[in-house]
């Protein structure tokens, strides 16, 4: 086996480790935060939304500080730290005696998850350009995979050993994958050449802002988590009116793995495609597609549609984000990949916080059907977004980079 194929797998599976791990608490974070005091129920909704969001809030404030670190220093020393500090965080969790504690230790955990930018710039790094588009799907589904099985295994430990022999467990599990990482990752380092540059941080970000492509390509990573998360929170009562069946929340979760299972199966065929005739061809499609299959959800009458739609929703989801980060790929200079792909996974948790407080937001004024209307809409926003992008003459972001640091000299 080759270094970057070796390199390549345990990436794979190091990424759904840490994806179930951020998800793992969802089936039981309101039942755990029960038991360390006799609050009422409106006091646990309030903290088990400030406790699950505040994960994202903090990765979103550090994933492009880890990304800028990996590209100067290298990205297995980050991945080691990562993915250690993931299971210091899952451990201690489940030691806490309070509420706050739980929220500090969340927060932390947010801190430490630039693992997976970090995984993805790592192994783009050794990816040729031409099959960015196929490796980034497959390294998807191991993200899919673990965010579709991470609440189906947290809850089944948590029925099985109870809460604080799961966070023990979960954490031994990164552990292992951090290990893993450490004794069988070769990363081959860049050897600097004379005339390479160190561009600044705000050099980066000046430059992001002037490269019409990049910035519109992040705008439509974080449209596309909101569309994505939107609806999430308030699945289980759009089941509800849709069945009179006790088991909701078992309806509810298959109606939710509907859309993973159809991501998990396309992913990687998106990325081939987007390869051989072009990424924002791809997006734009996906885009469109992602638009025609969500708004008839706001119609359905019975489960087993809704069901059947969400798959085909997650057939075309399933493609938008490795797109968007082989798109990335090819535009990011190699001295600037893990701070770009920082960016991107910002994007992304932004998406992932404004998404479920934009879908409340709506279905509080305008019901849930509303809400799917209104997820139509962003993708059609996204799609336009793009659509003038692919119009525009290409600039090469190292240009663009090479631009603002002289400009950021003469003022």
Known sequence: MSVQKRNFTIMWFSI???SATMTMIMPFLSLYINTMGDFSEAYVQKWSGLVFGATFVSAFLMSPIWGRIADKYGYK????INGFGIAISVLLMGFVNSVEAFFVLRLFMGIVTGFIPTS?????SQTPKKIAGKTMGTLQMGSVSGTLFGPII????ADTFGFQYTFMITATAVSIAALIVLFGIHEIRKEKKEGDHEYSRKTVISSIFHHRLVLNVLMI?????????SIQPLLSLYVSQLTNSKEVALLAGITFSATGVGSLLFARTWGKLGDSIGYEK??????????????PQAFVTELWQLIILRFLFGIASGGLIPITTALIRREAPIEVQGELMGYNTSFRFLGNIIGPMFGGFISGYIGISSVFFVTGALFLIAFVIIYYARKKPRIDFEDVLIEEEMHAKLT
């Open 154 to 157: 947290g809850g089944l430990l």
């Open 77 to 80: 020393p980050i991945l080691i």
């Open 282 to 295: 791809i997006l734009s499609f996906l885009l469109i597609i992602a638009f025609v299959f969500i708004v």
């Open 120 to 124: 993805l710039a790592f192994i783009s």
């Open 16 to 18: 759904f480790l840490v």
């Open 221 to 229: 990573t974080s449209l596309i988590q909101i569309g994505l998360f």
